[in-house]
């Protein structure tokens, strides 16, 4: 709906590794969100910017920074991965039209 | 804090079956109201949503909700249900604008031929 993509789609990494996932929008959204689904929480809020270099933390924030130096991108970084962060992570941005957050297609990522 | 209860976390019936999932929230005020679907291996879809006026609100595929303030609930409603319903249903919460959403755990929904 909002053309909202997201990359990689899935991927596999190893503890203590580095993880960038990318969010990419192409509506002008000022507010983007990431998020991270797990079975019987929903989705919890991660972190999330209300424009470009504006970034606050949300629900479950440790462990993930983010950066946002365009309107279009909004970057998640888990500095050294942890098999707690195993999950599907989810990238939204906020079309103020409509009130309303879109979603993007997910990233499932598996930390061994 | 706003939070979102989704009491049942799976649901099954029959195609041609009224369905009804439920939705309680607890927060001070009134809320936006949203539910939200999501099918296998995809991203969330927004099925409607509730901001003031009619308590009664009519979505996307055929599905409705009724926000009850006495009761804090926002229960979603479709009054026969096809296969291609089968999905997982998310119930979320905002303080305003749906700019921060609180969501439930999500009730999975399976559907018999």
């Known amino acids: 709906d909002a053309g909202i993509t997201q990359s990689p789609r899935h991927k596999v990494t190893e503890t203590g590794t580095p993880v960038t996932l990318r969010c990419h929008q192409t509506e002008n959204h000022r507010y983007m969100y990431w998020y991270r689904q797990d079975p019987g929480h929903g989705l919890r809020l991660i972190h999330y910017s209300y424009g470009v270099k504006d970034t606050d933390k949300g629900e479950v924030s440790d462990g993930y920074s983010v950066s946002r130096s365009k309107t279009e991108d909004f970057l998640l970084t888990l500095e050294s991965a942890t098999s707690s962060q195993t999950s599907v992570y989810f990238c939204?941005?906020?079309?103020?039209?409509?009130?309303?957050?879109?979603f993007g297609p997910g990233t499932r990522l598996t930390v061994l | 804090a706003q939070s979102v209860t989704q009491p049942d976390i799976h649901i099954t019936v029959s195609e041609g079956a009224s369905l009804e999932l439920r939705c309680n929230y607890s927060y001070g005020a009134t809320p936006y109201l949203f539910w939200y679907v999501q099918s296998p291996g995809q991203g969330l879809q927004l099925l409607l949503k509730y901001f003031s006026g009619d308590t009664l609100v009519q979505g996307i595929k055929g599905f409705e909700a009724e926000f009850k303030r006495s009761q804090s609930s926002f229960n979603l409603r479709k009054p026969s249900v096809h296969w291609s319903d089968a999905a997982e249903y998310f119930c979320?919460?905002?303080?305003?604008?749906?700019?921060?959403?609180?969501f439930g755990g999500g009730t999975r929904l399976m559907v018999k031929p």
């Open positions: 939204a941005s906020h079309r103020d039209s409509t009130d309303t957050q879109y």
């Open positions: 979320a919460v905002a303080p305003d604008a749906g700019n921060m959403l609180t």
